[in-house]
T-cell receptor, first 114, second 115 residues
């Protein structure tokens, strides 16, 4: 079964708007990562947040983590048409820093309309 | 660095044929992963290697699937015989324990269609 479950499954917004995607998980984690996948391409790592962190920023990305609720959110501010992609959360329950226990959610398909 | 390189990008074959997918991880990475992505099941981990040794193959669907990593720069995933339900995109990814992040670097995938 999927450890991470994204919500919503699909999101359509206008360019310039903010996009928020949520991820819920079931078991304790060491860290949570977000990946992006453009159509027909491989996944690309966006940002990692550790279990002892609550918020992290990277450019137009803001990630929050609430371990008490076992949930995370990814906010993309001032969205652009080029942000159109699928976004996946991945939870890592291993204490090894190898990504060997990453479990991916089902993804949110984001469409940014110009 | 060229990133993780997979071949072929697309493969169309008939049921019963042998399929071999290839992967070259990023130089210096000590972990290699094979994932399968389908609409129905999402992204599934099939097997992963550490320093060329298979560590966990519990995700391999059945005996028709096999994976090898003869050296640090090359891995194969073989399906023999192939079936239509094997149609999917197969991704190879690599990582480096010393990165302290567990970030995976993915290839562009091999899209397999079994007729």
């Amino acid at each position: 079964s999927q450890q991470g479950e994204e919500d919503p499954q699909a999101l359509s917004i206008q360019e310039g708007e903010n996009a928020t995607m949520n991820c819920s998980y079931k078991t304790s984690i060491n860290n949570l990562q977000w990946y992006r996948q453009n159509s027909g391409r491989g996944l690309v790592h966006l940002i990692l947040i550790r279990s002892n962190e609550r918020e992290k920023h990277s450019g137009r990305l803001r990630v929050t983590l609430d371990t008490s609720k076992k949930s995370s959110s990814l906010l993309i501010t001032a969205s652009r048409a080029a942000d159109t992609a699928s976004y996946f959360c991945a939870t890592d329950s291993s204490w090894e820093t190898s990504g060997s226990r990453l479990t991916f959610g089902e993804g949110t398909q984001l469409t940014v309309n110009p | 660095d060229a990133g993780v390189i997979q071949s072929p990008r697309h493969e169309v074959t008939e049921m019963g044929q042998e399929v071999t997918l290839r992967c070259k991880p990023i130089s210096g990475h000590d972990y290699l992963f094979w994932y399968r992505q389908t609409m129905m099941r999402g992204l599934e981990l099939l097997i992963y290697f550490n320093n060329n040794v298979p560590i966990d193959d519990s995700g391999m669907p059945e005996d028709r699937f096999s994976a090898k990593m003869p050296n640090a720069s090359f891995s194969t995933l073989k399906i023999q015989p192939s079936e239509p339900r094997d149609s999917a995109v197969y991704f190879c990814a690599s990582s480096w324990r010393g990165s302290n992040t567990g970030e995976l670097f993915f290839g562009e995938g091999s899209r397999l269609t079994v007729l």
